[in-house]
């Protein structure tokens, strides 16, 4: 589809070199490519063949800066016939689309048919509207590159070519990748998206949480009046058992939609991936069998904890259609020492850390990866799914997520008996970073809590044991104190240990208000009256019910096993 010009080779090299002639006023017409001036005519070739070779010369000059300029030209320009035969295809084609250009100088339609079904109705349309245009126009859309078996977004820019009679003799036009462009748009519209579903969503569960602990504390409050052998006993029992699973779940879900992602803390990932197993659950079909760390182990690590809820969810989500059924699923986490690698049939395989590392692994048993597939899982836009399905970015997103933390995701499968994803993360050096690990407590920070005793005038031995744990503990005399703290640093604080005689009603809309508000933190309640031994019933609202007569250390201790530290 290209030509090449004469050369200097071409023409006689024994033939004189004139001088060329002057022009007028004793000007010569030389150039500073061919000696040769651009106001030359077809005479003075003739008399002179020298003058020719120069023209040809001062030609292939030109083309070669042009080939020069297209050879950096971020785009491929094209020529095309109005049959969609190429006359002509800039460097850069083949490395774009996977196509070998030189069958379309015949026969244009290999090209077409790789255009996304979704946008070919859309590309043909806008050539027939555009066929009878003045001005360039247009168009976006995608082709299938058949070496990488990715879709690449083309910006097609591109102009009608007529004869003076009107008639259509081709187009002429650029050809530029804008996936990145795309992918970018995407996850703008994306999170836009998200944080506008995530206001709505968020107030309309604290209403469902509002409405259910209404629902709790009323069938909480006449179970607890009806006798033993009532026959609506068990079955107030069953609704508050549900109520309060039901609290459980909408704190999760606002935890999943916390608003804090990109902020980047110290944190156990044993701890942070048995928290997620629940809402893993939720995700997977019906039955099957998940399976997580035994304990939480120490594992520090410095990342983003929105960015990893949601990369555990996107895998469980690829593992989800991968069982297509009930199934079984293992996550593991192991130790990797300086310079150690992963399996060997991971792709793509990761250079080893030169630091201490932690290996994640999400084991599934279903059907498992094509191996032509395993090389662009992680690819912007790669799936095998239905359109309506998924738009191929779960693993990209995980992809970005562990490069931003410094380590590696990759696969390794076997086609019908399952995929395990390697997630590999740098574990964290606290005593390089300057965090206190607080009396090797499994999460490497200073934890923080309130204390709360209504009408408290002094600081007694169980805030000492609190703090004999080097935890940084406020204390507080009022609930309006305590919501006032909370509204200030809530994501800040750990657990509240509220500590006081007997429930009352005033103590049930307080906890109902700390679940509804603050969905994170963990509640901890101590009655001090015998006779206060009937509230248990509040055991459901509260992550920690300390028994009347509890020692002091043994509550801190109890605090410490609520709070999943050593």
Not at 233 to 245: C, Q, S, T, V
Not at 316 to 329: K, Y
Not at 380 to 394: Q, V, W, Y
Not at 470 to 490: F, I, K, S, Y
Request: charged content about 25%; proline content about 7%.
């Amino acid at each position: 589809m290209s030509s090449s010009a004469p050369t200097a080779s071409d023409f006689p090299a024994d033939q004189p070199t004139p001088v060329p002639s002057p022009g007028p006023a004793g000007h010569t017409p030389t150039d500073e490519v061919g000696g040769l001036s651009s106001s030359a005519g077809l005479a003075e070739l003739q008399q002179d063949p020298a003058n020719f070779a120069r023209i040809f010369l001062r030609l292939r000059t030109v083309e070669a800066r042009l080939e020069q300029m297209l050879s950096l030209f971020p785009g491929v320009v094209f020529h095309q016939r109005p049959d969609f035969s190429f006359a002509f295809v800039g460097p850069g084609f083949e490395a774009l689309l996977g196509l070998d250009p030189q069958p379309l100088a015949r026969n244009g339609q290999p090209l077409l048919r790789l255009i996304h079904e979704q946008d070919e109705r859309a590309f043909h349309a806008e050539l027939e509207r555009a066929a009878l245009a003045e001005r360039p126009f247009s168009s976006v859309y995608r082709v299938l590159n058949p070496q990488t078996g990715a879709y690449v977004y083309l910006l097609d820019i591109r102009k009608a070519v007529r004869s003076p009679s009107g008639l259509l003799l081709g187009y002429e036009g650029i050809w530029l990748d804008i996936t990145r462009q795309k992918i970018a748009e995407d996850r703008l519209s994306s999170r836009s998206w998200k944080e506008s579903l995530s206001t709505l969503t968020r107030g309309l569960l604290q209403d469902f949480g509002s409405a259910l602990t209404g629902i709790f504390s009323l069938s909480e409050l006449y179970h607890s009046t009806l006798p033993l052998r009532h026959p609506l006993r068990d079955g107030l029992a069953l609704i508050r058992e549900n109520a309060a699973e039901a609290q459980r779940l909408v704190r999760m879900i606002l935890e999943l939609n916390s608003d804090t992602a990109g902020e980047r803390s110290y944190l156990n990932l044993g701890r942070l991936v048995r928290d997620q197993l629940d809402l893993l659950k939720l995700v997977l079909p019906r039955g099957t069998q998940l399976t997580g760390p035994g304990e939480d182990g120490a594992w520090p690590v410095h990342l983003d904890e929105t960015a990893f809820r949601q990369t555990l969810v996107n895998l469980a989500m690829n593992a989800r259609d991968a069982l297509r059924g009930p199934g079984d699923i293992r996550i593991a986490l192991r130790a990797l020492a300086p310079g150690e690698s992963i399996a060997t049939d991971a792709h793509p395989l990761p250079l080893p850390l030169p630091l201490p590392a932690v290996e994640l692994t999400f084991t599934d048993n279903g059907v498992g990866i094509l191996p032509a597939h395993l090389s662009r899982i992680f690819d912007p836009f790669f799936t095998t799914k239905e359109s309506a399905r998924g738009a191929g970015l779960g693993l990209y997103h995980a992809r970005l997520f562990a490069e931003d933390c410094g380590g590696s995701i990759s696969v390794s499968s076997t086609p019908g008996e399952g995929t395990t994803f390697h997630l590999v993360l740098p574990l964290a050096d606290l005593d390089r970073a300057g965090v206190r690990d607080p009396g090797d407590a499994a999460i490497p920070r200073a934890v923080r809590g309130l204390y709360l005793e209504r009408d408290m005038t002094d600081e007694g031995p169980m805030v000492e044991a609190l703090r004999s744990r080097e935890w940084e503990v406020r204390t507080l005399a009022t609930v309006e104190h305590a919501q006032r703290q909370l509204r200030e640093e809530g994501a800040r604080i750990d657990f509240i240990l509220i500590r006081q005689p007997e429930a009352d009603g005033a103590l049930r809309v307080f906890l109902a208000e700390l679940r509804r508000d603050h969905p994170g933190l963990r509640i901890a309640l101590n009655l001090t009256l015998p006779a206060a031994e009937r509230g248990a019933g509040l055991r459901a609202q509260v992550d920690l019910f300390l028994p009347t007569g509890i020692h002091d250390q043994d509550a801190a201790d109890a605090v410490a096993q609520m709070l999943r530290l050593p």
